[in-house]
């Protein structure tokens, strides 16, 4: 991707179709910032923008909040006083409070993202971390979905508009800033282990399943081998590990498409559309619709 900025930029912030975005009173913030928990880590502000056309933003200033944007497909760049990024299907952008940026969706292929800014007495440590961890503003995830899921979270929890919603919107930031640092990479050709190459398997060809034995056999180990490695660093059996993959693309379209039910379970890979709800609604403890409508 090669795409130049525009001699007079018309940018959107905002305004895209199947986009959330909650916006967290400034007096609200004041007050969180002197409370427990979230005087450490606050998020201010949250969002998710599918296939967002024109999307743009320039800081000269910087902002005032961190702010953490992962891309979950389609691609853009970015550019800040270390030079100019792209950012494609799988990668994070952290962008430290202060610092001039400026970030555009691709012209092609405009991305599709999740993102949040966050402060408080903890935020610039995490930050600086997840920077030595990956080497800079821009890192590949490894597990894009696992970040996309706990920002997901951080939007309901800002949505509740409740004291109890802002802690638990700063418990999945906590989560998401520190996934980033464990598992961002320098560069998308860093060499994998036999455990990331299964698990960026997985995620490439979602959402058919894979045996466990055809996964173990892929990477050269055992199927007792596998188990017990892919539990430890990815922290959930293989199949969990699927099952959570399908979930979290349920909750994308349920979010940004008005496909009916049973179209998302089949894009999901389920066949039975009773089966895909009650699956639904054990990992999320709603059915798919009482989900959707909670947006309205």
């Not at 992962?70 to 962008?95: E, I, K, M, N």
């Not at 970030?103 to 991305?111: G, K, L, N, T």
């Amino acid at each position: 991707m090669d795409e130049s900025p525009r001699a007079t930029p018309e940018y959107l912030r905002e305004g895209f179709a199947g986009q959330r975005m909650v916006v967290v009173a400034r007096p609200v913030v004041s007050a969180a910032l002197t409370r427990p928990v979230t005087r450490r880590l606050l998020v201010t502000d949250a969002g998710f923008f599918p296939h967002a056309a024109r999307h743009g933003r320039t800081r000269p200033a910087g902002s005032r909040e961190h702010i953490l944007m992962v891309c979950s497909g389609g691609a853009g760049w970015c550019r800040t006083p270390d030079g100019r990024f792209d950012v494609q299907r799988g990668d994070a952008l952290l962008l430290p409070a202060g610092v001039s940026h400026e970030y555009v969706a691709s012209e092609r292929d405009p991305w599709t993202l999740w993102w949040m800014h966050v402060t408080g007495a903890d935020a610039a440590e995490l930050v600086h971390a997840a920077h030595a961890a990956t080497g800079g503003v821009l890192s590949h995830l490894r597990d894009a979905g696992t970040v996309t899921a706990l920002l997901a979270r951080v939007v309901d929890g800002l949505d509740a508009a409740t004291a109890g919603g802002l802690v638990r919107a700063s418990g999945a930031a906590w989560n998401a800033l520190t996934e980033v640092i464990a598992t961002g990479r320098r560069t998308r050709g860093s060499t994998l282990g036999p455990i990331e190459r299964a698990v960026e398997h997985l995620r490439a060809t979602a959402p058919r399943r894979t045996a466990v034995e055809e996964l173990a056999t892929m990477v050269g180990l055992s199927t007792s081998q596998f188990g017990a490695l892919f539990r430890q660093q990815v922290g959930v059996p293989p199949l969990r590990y699927q099952n959570d993959l399908r979930m979290a693309r349920a909750r994308e379209l349920l979010d940004s498409s008005t496909m009916p039910v049973a179209a998302v379970a089949s894009a999901c890979g389920y066949d039975d559309p009773l089966y895909f709800s009650r699956q639904f609604t054990k990992t999320h403890g709603v059915p798919p619709t009482a989900y959707r409508e909670r947006q309205a």
